[in-house]
């Protein structure tokens, strides 16, 4: 593997600007995601929520506020007001390691990935965390056939 093509994740779960908070949760914890990019009525991306963002902009479960109550109030928080605009993108063929990179010193937790103007995954610190695991596991197999 040397590009994030052969490593992202294909499966895309995405969600427009006017979609809340609370659809945002829920969405995550449907599909156990951490990440959402966030495309327009066209399809085009321009934008992404994270998980960190939707607890920052969440109601807190210390506060004397019932679950209903909290999911109406997060009900009126439209997503395009807390997501992040300000995202690095790669393309395909970029390799592993600038990846990992732009990962690490933007701090999202992920790198959407595209083929020109399209989005068409995203690579995420499990899929690096993965890949490290794969190569450690093969180390570990050279080292037994060398001993």
């Not at 997060?74 to 992040?84: Q, Y």
């Not at 937790?109 to 995954?121: A, H, K, T, V, Y």
Request: proline share 3%.
């Amino acid at each position: 593997m040397t590009t994030v093509k052969e490593l992202m994740s294909q499966e895309l779960y995405t969600l427009k600007p006017t979609n809340t908070v609370h659809q945002a949760r829920h969405l995550m914890l449907e599909k156990h995601i951490r990440h959402v990019p966030i495309v327009d009525e066209l399809g085009k991306f321009v934008g992404l929520l994270t998980k960190r963002d939707i607890l920052a902009a969440s109601i807190s479960v210390l506060a004397e506020v019932d679950n209903q109550e909290r999911d109406e109030l997060e009900d009126g928080i439209p997503i395009g007001r807390i997501m992040v605009t300000d995202i690095v993108v790669a393309q395909e063929n970029t390799g592993l390691l600038e990846a990992a990179r732009f990962i690490l010193e933007q701090k999202h937790g992920c790198l959407p990935i595209f083929r020109g103007e399209q989005l068409i995954g995203i690579l995420t610190e499990n899929d690096c965390v993965k890949l490290a695991i794969h190569l450690m596991e093969k180390i570990r197999e050279d080292d037994r056939c060398r001993e």
